[in-house]
């Protein structure tokens, strides 16, 4: 699976982002979906996912109630809107593709996109 993330950018504190991810090369919904996120000088943390037929999702503590992943099978995409930014949600954002049991909680990715940079200012 080939997975191409973008939607990041500079925003104000307060503010929101919706960062699309599209992939191809396989069969989109044969897999669990996540983002995460590294911060400079920190290790990449799990900050959401969403199972195959988008029934369920995980959140990190720090996001719950922020941010919202979502997918759109026909369109081989995931989504993640990003409301309420605080300067600490500063980090690159990374899409990425699961078929471990363990890839709901975070674990047991097997494919990675390239990241998009979101800047949050206070």
């Known amino acids: 699976v080939q997975l191409q993330a973008s939607g990041g950018g500079l925003v104000q504190a307060g503010g929101s982002l919706r960062l699309p991810c599209v992939a191809s090369?396989?069969?989109?919904?044969?897999?669990?979906m996540g983002w995460f996120r590294q911060a400079p000088g920190k290790e990449r943390e799990f900050v959401a996912s969403?199972?195959?037929?988008?029934?369920?999702?995980y959140y990190a503590g720090s996001v719950k109630g922020r941010f919202i992943i979502s997918r759109d099978n026909a369109k081989n995409t995931v989504y993640l809107r990003m409301n309420t930014l605080k300067p600490e949600d500063t980090a690159v954002y990374y899409c990425?593709?699961?078929?471990?049991?363990?890839?709901?909680?975070?674990?047991?990715?097997?494919?990675w996109g390239q990241g998009t940079q979101v800047t949050v200012s206070s």
């Open positions: 990425a593709a699961g078929s471990s049991p363990g890839s709901p909680l975070g674990v047991g990715y097997d494919y």
């Open positions: 090369g396989r069969t989109f919904s044969d897999y669990v």
């Open positions: 969403i199972t195959r037929s988008g029934g369920t999702t």
